[in-house]
């Protein structure tokens, strides 16, 4: 039996092994936690974590996946943990549809072109780590709707332009 089909598991905590391979198309509709960070996993994420809707976190940081951001759409993602892997397209603006989303975490990949605008509809955004990629372009002033917003990391990448009036209302602010 393949862990991948087991149908009523809600957790999963893999991480800081030396898991390596790709990972296989998974099947897990109760799945609410899933943490695979720390290993040697590789290639593109299978599409059909698209279908993980009951997932709360996804933890896939420090692996050595590549290829594009999955346009993550779960409504009852609190934490998306991406950081030290190698993607590398653009931000999908859906993203800013992640409501209940708290942590976003996709720094040191190869993200390239602007942080899109949708981000600013984030609202209970905490914690945003965008550092260490190849991001350009303005910082945009949408940004400044995320009111929750206690560490935000630009670092080592290509911005250009000032920093945006609306970072006058992130009050609750403590890591820039």
């Known amino acids: 039996m393949s862990i991948i089909n087991l149908q009523f598991i809600t957790y999963i905590d893999l991480s800081d092994n030396s898991l390596s391979g790709k990972l296989p ?11 695979l ?10 599409k059909s974590f698209l279908n ?3 997932l709360e976190e996804l933890w896939l940081y420090e692996n050595c996946f590549s290829g594009d951001l ?3 759409q779960m409504n009852n993602l609190q934490i998306l ?3 030290g892997n190698s993607f590398n397209n ?4 859906e993203f800013g549809a992640l409501q209940n989303l708290t942590t976003l975490a996709i720094h040191f ?5 602007s942080i899109p605008e949708e981000l600013g509809n984030m609202s209970n955004l905490e914690i945003l780590y965008l ?5 350009s372009g303005h910082i945009p002033q949408q940004l400044g709707n995320l009111t929750q917003l206690q560490e935000l990391y630009l670092s080592t990448n290509y911005f250009v332009g000032e920093l945006p009036p609306s970072f006058m209302k992130l009050v609750n602010l403590v890591y820039l």
């Not at 198309?25 to 943490?35: K, T």
């Not at 960070?37 to 299978?46: E, R």
Request: charged residues 10%.
């Open 90 to 93: 653009q931000i999908p603006r």
């Open 52 to 54: 993980l809707t009951s």
């Open 131 to 135: 550092n260490e990629n190849h991001l």
């Open 25 to 35: 198309p998974f099947q897990m509709e109760s799945l609410q936690y899933l943490n």
């Open 109 to 113: 990949n190869l993200l390239s072109g």
């Open 37 to 46: 960070g720390t290993n040697k996993l590789n290639g593109s994420l299978p």
């Open 81 to 83: 943990s991406l950081g």
């Open 70 to 72: 999955l346009p993550f």
